[in-house]
């Protein structure tokens, strides 16, 4: 095998191990977040699943499902006809999905452990795909594209949501260069891959659909603002499920850690509002159909 194609699949190996063991770790702070994420994130939620063609009856494949907060939705409107199977690379947080769908009823939930750009299923088995907030960790996109159009039927639908641009984002931006400042690390190209804005660039994600063999692909851009109490309840959420900044700041003692998150705190206050604190953000939501079989 070519050494360069040998380096990169190692180097993919050693990028998802990290990223287990990152989410593995805020798998209990994510899940305890829940009401906010679900309330941040329901009009772009019920956006990408009507744009997946998830309805009634219909065997949906989760992908990168965290501890499963659109899983719930996705069964409630799939209802005890249809059929759920939500994945993520993390078994700690799969276990909460598996816990929250129980206690939740609903039975037509499964859930597994997988690497989203190796999913082990059977080929066209799904009617619909949804991957809400993941796909932009993922260090080969194209790779768990191509998993999830094989895993559609022909004329199944996917629908992705990532983040867009930094500058639509200036939460995560600031976050991310306050962490890097406070660690001595250089700044990075939000772009590269398996970052939180990896697929922010403008087409990019359109590219990688068209890539992969979907059809009639488009991308909407949506608002979701992050309306909280106060700085402060962003603050708990991000230092309880952030991942990719916890890994950062995690390189330093607890006294240069607080000094990176005082930092945050001021430049996040920025967005105190009359009534609380409301954190602007864009999404993009891409959808896209794996084409009916041609005869
Ligand atoms: C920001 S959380 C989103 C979770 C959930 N979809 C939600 O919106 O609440 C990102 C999730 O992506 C998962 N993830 C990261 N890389 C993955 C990969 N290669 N395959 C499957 N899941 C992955 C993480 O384990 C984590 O649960």
Request: proline share 5%.
């Amino acid at each position: 095998m070519d050494t360069s194609i040998d380096d990169r699949i190692h180097g993919n190996q050693v990028f998802k191990a990290s990223m287990r063991a990152q989410w593995d770790t805020a798998a209990a702070g994510w899940n305890a977040h829940t009401a906010h994420i679900s309330a941040w994130l329901r009009k772009p939620t019920d956006a990408m699943c009507s744009m997946a063609g998830v309805r009634a009856g219909a065997r949906v494949l989760d992908v990168a499902a965290g501890s499963g907060d659109q899983t719930l939705a996705v069964a409630q409107t799939v209802g005890a006809q249809g059929y759920v199977l939500a994945t993520d690379l993390s078994p700690a947080i799969v276990a909460l999905a598996r816990d929250n769908a129980v206690r939740a009823g609903l039975a037509q939930v499964e859930t597994r452990v997988a690497d989203g750009e190796d999913l082990d299923v059977p080929e066209a088995s799904f009617d619909a795909a949804v991957c809400r907030l993941g796909l932009m960790f993922f260090p080969d996109p194209l790779r768990g594209l191509r998993a999830i159009h094989r895993a559609l039927r022909p004329g199944g639908g996917l629908c992705t949501m990532v983040f867009s641009r930094p500058e639509k984002n200036p939460c995560l931006t600031i976050l991310m260069s306050t962490a890097l400042k406070h660690a001595g690390l250089p700044a990075r190209n939000p772009f590269a891959a398996g970052g939180l804005l990896s697929l922010g660039r403008p087409g990019h994600i359109d590219t990688l659909f068209t890539s992969a063999g979907f059809v009639d692909v488009a991308t909407t851009a949506i608002d979701a603002v992050f309306h909280l109490p106060s700085v402060d309840h962003y603050l708990a959420f991000v230092r309880s499920s952030a991942s990719p900044i916890l890994q950062i700041l995690g390189r330093l003692d607890a006294a240069a850690a607080e000094s990176a998150w005082s930092d945050m705190r001021e430049r996040l206050m920025v967005f105190t509002t009359t009534d609380g604190w409301d954190g602007p953000n864009e999404l993009l939501l891409t959808a896209g159909r794996r084409p009916e079989e041609t005869t």
